[in-house]
Nanobody, 123 residues
Framework: QVQLVESGGGSVQAGGSLRLSCAASGSISVINVMGWYRQAPGMQRELVATMDLGASTNYADSVQGRFTVSRDNAKNTVYLQMNSLKPEDTAVYFC?????????????????WGQGTQVTVSS
């Protein structure tokens, strides 16, 4: 079993910064992609930023240049540095991991999600 535990959410005024962390633990062979999605009230969950094993990143257009995703593979941890926050960044932020489980006979791949952490940006 795998768990993703997020930390670092909170409330901040527009223009401020927050840093989110997410640590994965449990039965993990390889974490391929790790990153963040968010969901605002009444909206669908959307990509924020991800990073793969080769350190290639993918950002939503709305956060490009303001948010930075990074990973510490030795700690199975992903971070999201959020600068110049805007009220429209208010959402529940979910950690995501695409994890490979390498067995003797076969390899399986599964998506995992954290429980979510609230980020609120006031104007």
């Amino acid at each position: 079993q795998v768990q993703l535990v997020e930390s670092g959410g909170g409330s901040v005024q527009a223009g401020g910064s927050l840093r989110l962390s997410c640590a994965a633990s449990g039965s993990i062979s390889v974490i391929n992609v790790m990153g963040w999605y968010r969901q605002a009230p009444g909206m669908q969950r959307e990509l924020v930023a991800t990073m793969d094993l080769g350190a290639s990143t993918n950002y939503a257009d709305s956060v490009q240049g303001r948010f930075t995703v990074s990973r510490d593979n030795a700690k199975n941890t992903v971070y999201l540095q959020m600068n110049s926050l805007k009220p429209e960044d208010t959402a529940v932020y979910f950690c995501y991991a695409d994890i490979w489980h390498i067995g003797v006979v076969s390899t399986t791949r599964r998506d995992y999600w954290g429980q979510g952490t609230q980020v609120t940006v006031s104007s």
